[in-house]
């Protein structure tokens, strides 16, 4: 079946820094990758998404490129602000339903 | 839009009782789903409604049903808690089956004693 592999937390930053999250995946076909944050006390939030190889999502300075050759859908970010404070979920996507949830990687950004 | 909504909050629970988790959406959306999130566990599906007339189970349905009430509504019941049902369970949405775009509810924080 499908898998998501994201990298253990938390990732405590320091402001301005520079954040990569780690996500690899394993699946059959042609699946859609997303990246998904969850505040404190909030619900999961779509961030950025990809949809074929190659593909990079962007959004609030968030990027990630779809890497077929090595199953990678890593989430970079140049600066890191306090309100980038949150959960990271890396979401693979196979057709049909099938949804793959990551983990989740807790990012915690201090002044 | 008020997006997707979920009543209650927050809820106690003894042990064998049963409750009902309530959730809507706004956008006219087709594919409607029930997650429980669990520390160290992402979430995991609990059951999903492809569409207005049809539901079908998830990864973790046991102990547990649903209801697709109409186009808005999707509820989920359970009907003899457990203290293994202590969680957080999210609602979701999206438009088109098959595309995996998700909109989410707040969230429901269930604790069972």
């Known amino acids: 079946g499908n898998s998501v592999t994201q990298m253990e937390g938390p990732v405590t930053l320091s402001e301005e820094a520079f954040l990569t999250i780690n996500c690899t995946y394993t699946a059959t076909g042609y699946p859609s990758l997303f990246w998904y944050v969850q505040y404190p006390g909030e619900g999961l939030q779509l961030l950025l998404k990809a949809t074929k190889a190659d593909d990079k999502g962007s959004n609030k300075g968030f990027e990630a490129t779809y890497r077929k050759e090595t199953t990678s859908f890593h989430l970079e970010k140049g600066s890191v602000q306090v309100s980038d404070s949150a959960v990271y979920f890396c979401?693979?996507?196979?057709?049909?339903?099938?949804?793959?949830f990551g983990t989740g990687t807790k990012l915690q950004v201090i002044p | 839009n008020a997006g997707v909504t979920q009543t209650p909050k927050f809820q106690v629970l003894k042990t064998g009782q049963s409750m009902t988790l309530q959730c809507a959406q706004d956008?006219?959306?087709?594919?409607m789903y029930w997650y429980r999130q669990d520390p160290g566990m992402g979430l995991r599906l609990i059951y999903y409604?492809?569409?207005?007339?049809?539901?079908d189970k998830g990864e973790v349905p046991n102990g547990y049903n649903v209801s697709r009430l109409n186009k808005r509504e999707f509820s989920l019941r359970l009907e003899s808690a457990a203290p293994s049902q202590t969680s957080v369970y999210f609602c979701?949405?999206?438009?088109?089956?098959?595309?995996?775009?998700?909109?989410f509810g707040p969230g429901t924080r269930l604790t069972v004693t």
């Open positions: 979401v693979l996507f196979g057709g049909y339903q099938k949804v793959t």
């Open positions: 979701a949405s999206s438009e088109v089956r098959g595309r995996g775009e998700q909109y």
């Open positions: 956008m006219n959306h087709n594919s």
């Open positions: 409604s492809a569409s207005e007339g049809t539901t």
